[in-house]
Every structure is written in structure tokens, then in C-alpha cells.
């Protein structure tokens, strides 16, 4: 367990990074650098909820500087290694450690109806999925940060007219504003990854409905950008376009061309077409 900080001249002890094992097949690299696990925990803004989730919290370095402020902690891990870890070193009254798996896991079951955020240093081999599953909930998280692989991060937060716009994008932003924070490099992990990681922040829109079936859109998005180098009016075959639809201008565009509200409108135009969401 790491010794006491001193927050007032930034002067950190390092913990002691050999009491859990990094697992491979876990996506496992422990940030040993205090500074920008700190850093990390105040991405958070506290607005509009009163409880985190962690998940991935390894060996507490996050974890330590959540339990710190003014906010109910679950500190969620897969690893049953860190999950003892966690309950001998950081015993708290605010801090649940809780066995699980994210991805599996019945959100119903956290901070009963009450809203809260997600942060974390997220595992990389399923860092898309972690986000994918957090849009399925949006109705309880306001705010989502946390550090992924740097390319990852960029790619939820990228704006259109880049290659590396597309599916996540496109989905993530449809309800949350995003924002790129900083770079973190291999260095400060152990092990250290191969590349390097990116912090990000989530935060809901205040109107994060739109004004379209909401499957259907997630179905539009996918399917334009299967094929994102082709025009919308190819890559949406599928879709049984009318002779009267595809003379529109928007399908003479490839899907990386189009925004966020673009898309949405697009969805539009493909219902009032009268193409069935059930197809």
C-alpha cells in the first residue's frame, strides 16, 4: 500500500506494484504514476451525482483519490487478486469492492436508481465494449471518463472529415459531448503497454434523446460505415432505397463526411421513406 501523500507541494511515494500480478489476458497495466492518477479522479466534475463506479481499479492507485472526495465509491474488478488486494489495503466506509465483470454485470444492481459516473484505467481489449454497454445505460450515467489507448479515445471524441471518425463516434456523441484531456505514456505503467493511453470525459447532453427510433439509428451508423469508403447510396443498399430517396444529396456523401446530426437526420429520411425497422 502506498505511503501517505502529501497533496500540498505534489511530492508522491510510489505504491508497491508487486503485491498483484499484471494478467495478459486481463488487458492488466497498473498506473504507478500518482500525479496523473490524480489527474484522472479529477476529471470528474461531482455534477448531478453522487456516486462513482471504478472499474479495473487494479491496485487502488485511482481508487485512493476517489474515496477522497464527496461521493459513494464501487470499485468494480474481474480480478479476484485485486479484489483482496483492495479489501486489505483500502478499507473505507464510502468504498464498495465488488467481483464482477462490467460487461455481464446488471447495472440495476449499482447505487440502486440513483444516477452515477464511470471512470477508470479501462482494460484496452475491452475498452469499446465498456463504452458501448455505458450507452445502453445513458439514463443513469451523466458523466463518463477514464483512460483508454490513445488512438481509442481520439476515435470516441473525433469530429467528421477524419479517418478515424466513425462507428463509435458517431454513437457516443449522438448523447454525450466529448472531450479529449490529456496523453499518458507507456512509461508510467506497469508493465508498460506498447502504446500510448489518452484520457477523455464524457458528459451527457442535457437533451440526450433524438428524435429518431434509436435501433434504427445505431443500424444506420453500423451499416454506412461497414463500407465507409463507398457512397451512403451504395453502403445502404441494404436498406431498399426508393428511386425518390437516393437522388437526395446526402447519399451521394461517404459516411465519414456526415456529423452527428447529419446521421440523425439521415435516419429520418429513411423512416419517413418508409423503410421498416424491422428489416
Known sequence: MAKNIQKSNKTYSKPNQGEVRAKKHLGQHFLKDEVIAERIGDTLTLEGYKNVLE????????????????????AMDLDSESIDYLKENYPNKNLEILEGDFLKFDITQLFGDEQFAITGNFPYNISTQIVFKMLEWKDRIPEFTGMFQKEVAQRIC??????????????????????????????????PPKVDSGVLRLTRKKDYSIPCDEKFFYRVVKTAFQQRRKTLRNSLKSFDLSDRIKEDIIFGQRPEQLSVSEFIALTQKLENDAISTDR
Do not use: C, H, R
Not at 479495473?56 to 464501487?74: H, N, S
Not at 456523441?173 to 499518458?184: G, I, M, R, S
Open 55 to 74: 472499474i479495473g481499479p487494479g491496485m487502488g492507485v485511482l481508487t485512493k483519490y476517489l474515496i477522497e472526495k464527496d461521493v459513494a465509491v464501487i
Open 158 to 191: 473525433e469530429k467528421e472529415g477524419s479517418k478515424a471518425y466513425g462507428i463509435l463516434s458517431v454513437l457516443t456523441q449522438a448523447f454525450y459531448d466529448a472531450e479529449y484531456l490529456f496523453t499518458v505514456p507507456p512509461s508510467v505503467f506497469n508493465p
